[in-house]
T-cell receptor, first 110, second 112 residues
């Protein structure tokens, strides 16, 4: 299947800092999804993007669907300890084939 | 409450034995998915199903089998042919119209 390249693979930040991560693909897609996974749990949907150029916020989280439809970024402002986890981007490929990036592991130093 | 349930949360099996992981949803979702996650890794798609009695191989289907006899259920069998079965297995579901998938809590399978 098509590869989703997510970066960075890991981030170590201080509490209160802003965070930015992104995802790129070699193909054009119609949907970008951002998920967060807490340790030992299933991922939970944070933000869904359906239109090129779309900018969507969910509290301190902001995500954008790139104009080229090949990339997306997720920003977290003023990080807090509960933001720790793994963040995944995901796309729908073909008919309902949901594919995930490799994830960005976020660690926050108090 | 509506949701997607995986059981059991932890599973231990001896090498060479087949094992079946359960996934049930009462969200009336059409599509269901199975993923495998290894430590420090992303989610890799094993199998997915868009409708009852139909399913497709994902990127790492070898050594696994599935069935979709009911809309609510999508069990995954890890066969003895899977060379490295120890992993965290995640099931998800979504509607056809709404691409947002909802995940179960996962099953951690350890083969000894």
């Amino acid at each position: 299947g098509q590869q989703l390249n997510q970066s960075p693979q890991s981030m170590f930040i201080q509490e209160g800092e802003d965070v930015s991560m992104n995802c790129t693909s070699s193909s054009i897609f119609n949907t970008w999804l951002w998920y967060k996974q807490d340790p030992g749990e299933g991922p939970v949907l944070l933000i869904a993007l359906y239109k090129a150029g779309e900018l969507t916020s969910n509290g301190r989280l902001t995500a954008q669907f790139g104009i080229t439809r090949k990339d997306s970024f997720l920003n977290i402002s003023a990080s807090i300890p509960s933001d720790v986890g793994i963040y995944f981007c995901a796309e729908i490929q073909g008919a309902q084939k949901l594919v995930f990036g490799q994830g960005t592991r976020l660690t926050i130093n108090p | 409450d509506g949701g997607i349930t995986q059981s059991p949360k932890y599973l231990f099996r001896k090498e060479g034995q087949n094992v079946t992981l359960s996934c049930e949803q009462n969200l009336n979702h059409d599509a269901m998915y199975w993923y495998r996650q290894d430590p420090g890794q992303g989610l890799r798609l094993i199998y997915y199903s868009q409708i009852v009695n139909d399913f497709q191989k994902g990127d790492i289907a070898e050594g696994y089998s599935v069935s979709r006899e009911k809309k609510e259920s999508f069990p995954l069998t890890v066969t003895s042919a899977q060379k490295n079965p120890t992993a965290f297995y995640l099931c998800a579901s979504s509607t056809h119209k709404n691409t947002e998938a909802f995940f179960g809590q996962g099953t951690r399978l350890t083969v000894v």
